[in-house]
């Protein structure tokens, strides 16, 4: 099994309600959205600042709606599981290499991204050719060590994909609903309904100074 | 040095490995996981989920999950009997901040002694659905009972506070309608909103504003849900603001007393009175199993509106209707609240003295309005700790964590009742504070 690794220095996310019809019509046929109230299902907004990988440094912006994970005995239970529908980076190097990796869909642009830290918020900046694309804003709680498997599911043609990531840093977490999100009219984000997206999220996730590392991708 | 205590100066993670793929367990760090990471998942089988669950259970259990469903020895009186599931010891003698008991009637001499008149008379249970066969004298007479307490044309009565909520929204709202409830609503109410088929949309807690956002261009059926006293945080509904907003909108209005009715307002009618408002409420619902001490819920409003949830509230029609005896007793505790109204003086000085007593000491008790008291820890990771200490000190009072509440907003639920006697609150004061002191949570 090849594993594939990833140093950063900051992962942001957060949780947002969006439409559940929206997260429907982004999904392929053989997912469905989780749903957190009736109707309502999930976006999650994640940023990175990787400072380490086969295709050097560069920063990353992932949409993804989240669904249920697949349970599979012998694997460790995943914390969360999602389906990225927008991927951006910083460098062309770093775009081709996921595409190319993990058949993630990306915006076929290099996208440049400022992270701004103080007073124990970090507020994410993404733009394009200097054009607001998103902001991203998250608070910290306290940090604890954290070692934590996520589910991603991917498509390629026809074939249905996954892949197992495991997060390796210092984690927090917190819901309280201090956090913002700003979307902007964009090609990122034309599968959403912006109005419908949550403009804070009820969940807000703060990776600091760890390890992404990436299993092989199965077919399911 | 683990990978996450690298600095970035270290030299770098290779970026690849080869490794072999071996069996995993399902959990390196199972209280890290919770009940939520069990809700769903994708595959073929319902039974998908049995194995991972069972096998988080084991592990989580005796770190701290036992200290849910501990079986209570005793009457939810002030004080209580509880068995230790961890160490199989009956702890007895608990001072009681646990149960729901508001006004310490489950246990009064004339609602046992009516309760056994009744089983005496009835039996057991009622035998049938209040619209066939299930509908005794006794139930009729509870249902003009509360109607003439709550100052309302007519009441229904149903089994249980959940299917009064799921009833009355699942009853009354259809699909292209409209339900907003408070993003902190019951369970029942969420329920009920699925069922109706209605569109549903939450506003944040309190938040008239955000409430008239969700409300603005529809111009369908409108129903807006609060609550009276809100059961985790323990703060009033805004009433006049909200309902200044259902009016202009075109909203009616359902306001749930489930933690409120029996204690607030000059005559204990509920939240409602108590902002002078009741006569503006479209629809009141309520419980009989915190303040009366027994089961049941209700919806009082008109007797148009209950003739209309006779034919469909599918939760009351298809179940079995309130046992008599249950009836029984709650038509003496209702006699009870309306000629005791020193029940709820007591009930408020109790409140008084431990809301200030705690504060005093230091401790987060939130937004606190009410006999609902969160003790605030808003730490997911010592709160079962903190929570078995407290039990080994002499207090029941239960741990509220995620997803019940939302990540690190963990507390302990506090209720206070009536009942409870100046050295009971003393005591238990002294020993909570005692118990966070030590924990660092309050210095």
Known sequence: MRLTKYEFKHCIGAMFEMSTADARKILPDHLHP????????????????????????????????????????????????????????????????AIERWSLPHYMKDLEFSFDESDGQMKVGV?????????????????????????????????????????????????????????????????????????????????????????????? | MSESDRRLDDAPVEATETTKKAKQPAFKDAMAYDYSNF?????????????????????????????????????PSTRVDVEDTKTGEIRKGLINFASYNYLGLSYRPEVKEAIKVAVDEYGAGSSGSPILSGTTALLQQLARDVARFKGKEAAMIFPTGYSANVG???????????????????????????????????????????????????????????????????DLVPLPEILEVCKARGARILIDEAHSTFLFGENGRGVAEHFGLDDEVDIHLGTFSKSLGGQGGFV???????????????????????????????????????????????????VDFMQNRLRDAGVDIGDCESQVVPIMIRNDATIFDIGEQLLREGVFINPVKYPAVGKHKSRFRMSISAAHTQEDLEEGADMIVRVLERNGIVS
């Open chain 2, 168 to 234: 009355l929204i699942g009853g009354l709202m259809r699909a292209g309608d409209l339900v907003v409830a408070d993003q902190f609503a019951h369970a029942s109410v969420v329920d009920g909103m699925i069922l109706s088929k209605a569109q549903s949309r939450f506003f944040r807690h309190n938040r008239a504003d955000e409430l008239d956002r969700k409300l603005k261009g529809f111009d369908g059926k409108k129903l807006v849900v609060v609550e009276g006293v809100y059961s985790m945080d323990g």
């Open chain 1, 127 to 220: 733009f394009d050719e200097g054009a607001p694309v998103l902001e991203l804003t998250v608070s910290q709680h306290s940090f604890v060590p954290a070692d934590f498997p996520y589910h991603c599911f991917m498509t390629r043609d026809d074939e249905r994909l996954k892949v197992n990531i495991f997060m390796n840093a210092p984690h927090s977490q917190h819901e309280e609903e201090t956090g913002e999100l700003v979307l902007y009219d964009h090609p990122m984000t034309e599968a959403l309904t912006l109005q419908e997206v949550s403009s804070y999220p009820f969940r807000e996730e703060w990776y600091q100074a760890g390890i992404q590392t990436f299993e092989e991708v199965e077919n399911i």
């Open chain 2, 300 to 350: 009082a409003g008109s007797q148009k509106l209950i003739n209309y949830l006779r034919g469909f509230s599918r939760s009351r029609f298809f179940s079995c209707a309130l046992a008599p005896p249950v009836v029984a007793g709650l038509i003496k505790a209702l006699e009870l609240v309306v000629a005791e109204p020193e029940l709820r003086d007591k009930l408020w000085a109790n």
């Open chain 2, 39 to 75: 809700y769903s998942a994708s595959g073929t089988d319902p039974f998908d989920l049995f194995e991972p669950l069972n096998e988080w259970w084991d592990e989580v259990r005796p770190k701290g999950y036992y200290q849910y469903e501990l079986p209570i020895h005793s009457a």
């Open chain 1, 34 to 97: 989780l749903e957190v109230q009736h109707t309502r299902s999930v976006l999650a907004v994640l940023a990175f600042q990787f400072t380490g990988s086969e295709v050097g440094t560069y920063d990353e912006v992932v949409l993804s709606v989240v669904t249920p994970p697949r349970v599979v005995p012998g694997e460790p239970l995943p914390q969360a599981a999602f389906y990225p529908f927008m991927v951006a980076t910083s460098t062309e190097a770093a775009r081709e290499h």
